[in-house]
């Protein structure tokens, strides 16, 4: 393990030339990023989740029940032996030649199976108040590390001047300030991204693992090579989105719809500005042009800054969704907004927590008198069939 580490860090990657690890060894005059220092975040992150866990118990759902605010939950699916194992053993998402089938095999109209299917998918995520929850504990969150990132930086000579961090680069030394702010940020990622894995996966898993990594990493690595200054820069940017997203999102939970909109709409313009003008206006141009002007080019220099713009291009794809379900209309909107996570290390996500429900089958017409009516077909109009009733639940 010893040699792999060796190897890992090996300072003529990381390190501009003619700078050496031991230059960044802590002195009693001094103390330096260690990657030792990061090991606390792993027991940090079980700690966040003690916490929040906590904090939802006995401060939020008191809170909901205090405000008198209605989290609907949905409906559950019935119970239906034959479908559920289809939904189990074959597929979530029946084609619609296997719709067609199971319609011929229980009397049942398309429409009510797929319904049954959108019922059945919903059970497995989480609670509509559980997800309130978790909102509302990433908003206190969000709100205090931006506070505190905003107020640090307030102090520092690089928010005016961003040649600043590159400033007698890499013998600066590490304030507690610095060192609080990135543990708290690299633990509160981890703390995210086991729910991640461990939740049902839904269609932007890939993509939000994907900025959960990216995220990680950069913490880690620009910790490691004393970028700090240039990465408070990046936390704080990120962070400035995710107060508003996490208030549509308990709008919309809590069926404030205006409100959420209105959120919403702020969320856009800040997530705008902050992630596609600010960030490579003001952060990419220190990190590639005034680091290079000042530093020169060395390894991890192109890893860092292609990770950043990897960034970039996900702010892209993620603006662009969002603008895409910004230009539809209210009525025709298929893609749910607020199913973005943009957590600074952290989701974007535009899958849909709620799926689109298929429509409710039209109401069977009623035989005309005197018809002669089998019991099949009375079977079929209602929606049930004998071996497997269901109450005309749909």
Same mark, same amino acid.
């Given at each position: 393990?010893? =040699?792999?580490?060796?190897?890992?860090?090996?300072?003529?990657?990381?390190?501009?030339?003619?700078?050496?690890?031991?230059?960044?060894?802590?002195?009693?005059?001094?103390?330096?990023?260690?990657?030792?220092?990061?090991?606390?975040?792993?027991?940090?992150?079980?700690?966040?989740?003690?916490?929040?866990?906590?904090?939802?118990?006995? *401060?939020?759902?008191?809170?909901?029940?205090?405000?008198?605010?209605?989290?609907?939950?949905?409906?559950?699916?019935?119970?239906?032996?034959?479908?559920?194992?289809?939904?189990?053993?074959?597929? !979530?998402?029946?084609?619609? !030649?296997?719709?067609?089938?199971?319609?011929?095999?229980?009397?049942?109209?398309?429409?009510?199976?797929?319904?049954?299917?959108?019922?059945?998918?919903?059970?497995?995520?989480?609670?509509?108040?559980?997800?309130?929850?978790?909102?509302?504990? !990433?908003?206190?969150?969000?709100?205090?590390?931006?506070?505190?990132?905003?107020?640090?930086?307030?102090?520092?000579?690089?928010?005016?001047?961003?040649?600043?961090?590159?400033?007698?680069?890499?013998?600066?030394?590490?304030?507690?300030?610095?060192?609080?702010?990135?543990?708290?940020?690299?633990?509160?990622?981890?703390?995210?991204?086991?729910?991640?894995?461990?939740?049902?996966?839904? !269609?932007?898993?890939?993509?939000?693992?994907?900025?959960?990594?990216?995220?990680?990493?950069?913490?880690?690595?620009?910790?490691?090579?004393?970028?700090?200054?240039?990465?408070?820069?990046?936390?704080?940017?990120?962070?400035?989105?995710?107060?508003?997203?996490?208030?549509?999102?308990?709008?919309?939970?809590?069926?404030?719809?205006?409100?959420?909109?209105?959120?919403?709409?702020?969320?856009?313009? *800040?997530? *705008?500005?902050?992630?596609?003008?600010?960030?490579?206006?003001?952060?990419?141009?220190?990190?590639?042009?005034?680091?290079?002007?000042?530093? =020169?080019?060395?390894?991890?220099?192109?890893?860092?800054? =292609?990770?950043?713009?990897?960034?970039?291009?996900?702010?892209?794809?993620?603006?662009?969704?969002?603008?895409?379900?910004?230009?539809?209309?209210?009525?025709?909107?298929?893609?749910?907004?607020?199913?973005?996570?943009?957590?600074?290390?952290?989701?974007?996500?535009?899958?849909?927590?709620?799926?689109?429900?298929?429509?409710?089958?039209?109401?069977?017409?009623?035989?005309?008198?005197?018809?002669?009516?089998?019991?099949?077909?009375?079977?079929?109009?209602?929606?049930?069939?004998?071996?497997?009733?269901?109450?005309?639940?749909?």
């Amino acid at each position: 393990m010893t =040699g792999f580490l060796a190897w890992f860090w090996n300072e003529r990657f990381w390190l501009p030339h003619n700078v050496t690890w031991a230059d960044l060894k802590n002195t009693d005059e001094a103390v330096y990023p260690q990657s030792e220092d990061l090991y606390l975040a792993a027991p940090l992150a079980f700690c966040i989740i003690v916490v929040r866990l906590l904090f939802e118990r006995l *401060i939020v759902r008191p809170l909901v029940s205090g405000l008198r605010i209605e989290v609907k939950e949905a409906q559950r699916a019935p119970p239906n032996a034959i479908l559920d194992k289809v939904y189990t053993a074959i597929t !979530k998402h029946p084609d619609e !030649k296997r719709l067609e089938g199971l319609s011929k095999q229980l009397d049942w109209d398309v429409r009510s199976i797929q319904r049954w299917f959108y019922r059945r998918r919903d059970q497995e995520r989480p609670p509509t108040l559980a997800r309130f929850c978790h909102s509302m504990w !990433k908003f206190a969150f969000y709100v205090y590390i931006f506070t505190y990132g905003v107020r640090y930086l307030k102090k520092t000579p690089w928010l005016h001047n961003t040649r600043e961090c590159w400033h007698n680069y890499p013998n600066q030394p590490l304030t507690v300030e610095v060192h609080y702010y990135y543990l708290l940020e690299l633990s509160f990622c981890l703390s995210l991204l086991l729910p991640q894995l461990t939740h049902i996966r839904r !269609k932007d898993f890939l993509l939000t693992l994907t900025h959960h990594f990216l995220s990680v990493s950069l913490i880690v690595f620009s910790y490691v090579s004393n970028m700090v200054r240039a990465g408070t820069l990046v936390m704080c940017v990120h962070d400035s989105a995710e107060v508003l997203l996490e208030a549509a999102k308990m709008a919309k939970y809590a069926r404030f719809k205006r409100f959420c909109n209105l959120l919403f709409l702020i969320f856009t313009l *800040i997530f *705008i500005t902050s992630r596609l003008a600010l960030y490579p206006a003001w952060v990419l141009k220190t990190t590639v042009f005034e680091s290079w002007s000042l530093l =020169g080019l060395f390894p991890s220099w192109w890893l860092l800054n =292609g990770m950043l713009l990897l960034l970039l291009g996900l702010h892209c794809l993620w603006a662009y969704l969002i603008l895409r379900v910004l230009s539809t209309g209210p009525q025709r909107r298929k893609l749910n907004p607020l199913c973005v996570s943009l957590d600074s290390h952290n989701d974007v996500d535009f899958s849909s927590d709620e799926e689109d429900m298929p429509p409710h089958p039209p109401h069977p017409k009623k035989p005309p008198p005197h018809t002669h009516t089998s019991h099949r077909s009375q079977r079929t109009a209602n929606g049930t069939s004998g071996a497997h009733r269901t109450n005309g639940y749909l």
